[in-house]
């Protein structure tokens, strides 16, 4: 089997090139060689590699600066994916793309559901949904993984945010009135690997169907709530010394000046990827407790 993987370089992107390899031979790109901004470069790449399965991990994830970028952001999150969806179908290949809890408008008081109405509140969440329509439109064989607050070792997120800021203040305003699950890139790309393995199977069989799926940790928090737990874990494992910890401050949302409006509520029900593919993701905060371990395995100022 021949895996094409996009976005090698960002969190979910690095984790797949390690849990794809035992499926076959993983191709492994960045934007130097597959630039989603000039959609026109991406079909020649996919007919000259002909993959089997291409997982798409590129995006342009800069929230804030969609709103002033939206014509970018929805040609790399919109367009550009709609072209590879086009190629897929073409070469029969399967399609795996990560899209996210933006394009709902975070107003439901439970978790939302794959078939629940998109409304999303900003450039980037309407950038997504745009990818998933142009997925769709294609009808190539696909699989949709909407994720939420992904964070890994590796990278820019919220926890080595979090860790840095500890550091330099006595105090930290944290938003406590947002709510959603932390979740590990690597575990996004194990669970990609299993999905992978058992759709190729069903499609051999010519008993695959298509479909978009919620894949995040199990359990929530608030970013407030996520913090706690990570200057916790932080000083459990000797990243933070447990003396110096900062004052974190519960602050609403609208008393933190964002250019982004962002849902309030970000929980995802992952009831039929467990039903499909017999997943259950473990507890976020069993990963996060992973993931500082890794972290503190490393000089901090070389993570940061």
């Known amino acids: 089997m021949k895996l094409l993987v996009t976005g090698v370089n960002g969190q979910v992107g690095w984790e797949l090139a390690r849990s794809l390899m035992p499926l076959g031979e993983v191709i492994a790109i960045d934007r130097t060689r597959c630039d989603f901004s000039r959609p026109e470069t991406i079909a020649p790449l996919v007919r000259a590699l002909h993959p089997d399965v291409i997982v798409n991990a590129a995006a342009y994830t800069a929230v804030d600066s969609a709103e002033k970028e939206e014509a970018l952001a929805t040609t790399v999150n919109g367009t550009a994916v709609g072209v590879l969806a086009e190629e897929a179908r073409k070469i029969s290949a ?3 793309h990560y899209s996210t809890d933006y394009v709902f408008d975070g107003t439901k008081s439970s978790p939302y559901v794959e ?10 969440g309407r950038s ?3 990818g998933e329509a142009a997925i769709r439109a294609a009808d190539c064989a696909h699989i949709i993984l909407r994720t939420t607050w992904v964070y890994a070792a590796r990278g820019q997120n919220f926890v080595k945010t979090i860790l840095r800021l500890a550091r330099e203040r006595d105090e930290l305003n944290i938003v406590a009135d947002q709510f959603g699950a932390p979740t590990g890139a690597r575990y996004i790309a194990d669970a990609t ?4 393995r058992q759709a190729e199977r069903e499609r051999a069989a010519g008993a695959f169907s298509p479909g978009t799926f919620h894949c ?6 608030s970013w407030h709530g996520f913090a706690e737990a990570i ?4 000083a459990r494992s000797g990243l933070l010394a447990p003396a110096n910890l900062p004052k974190l401050n519960p602050i609403p949302a609208s008393a933190y000046t964002l250019v982004t409006t962002r849902p309030a509520n970000s929980r995802l029900d992952c009831n039929r990827l467990s039903d499909r593919f017999d997943i ?4 976020w905060r069993v990963v996060l407790v992973s993931m500082v371990d890794e972290l503190s395995a490393f000089d901090f100022d070389k993570i940061r």
């Open 193 to 196: 690997a299993h999905i992978v």
């Open 94 to 96: 399967l399609l795996v």
């Open 231 to 234: 200057i916790h874990e932080a």
């Open 115 to 124: 078939e629940d109405t998109t409304n999303p509140l900003n450039a980037y």
């Open 280 to 283: 259950v993701m473990p507890d």
């Open 216 to 221: 995040t940790m199990t359990g929530s928090t």
């Open 128 to 130: 997504k949904l745009a």
